[in-house]
């Protein structure tokens, strides 16, 4: 039988996983709402 516990204590997590969750968690792009909340704020400015 397999030890669960036992192989989750040896997992390690691919270097592409690490990559990919370092690109993820510090990239700085707003998202939709901030893109929204951007466009009223420059029609509010314009007298739109």
Do not use: H, W
């Not at 039988?1 to 390690?12: A, L, S, T, V």
């Not at 691919?14 to 969750?21: P, Q």
């Amino acid at each position: 039988m397999i030890d669960f516990e036992e192989e989750i204590k040896k997992f390690k997590p691919c270097l592409e996983v690490e990559d990919a969750e370092d690109a993820i968690y510090n990239n700085n792009v707003p998202d939709v709402t901030d893109l929204i909340n951007k466009i009223l704020e420059d029609a509010r400015k314009s007298g739109r």
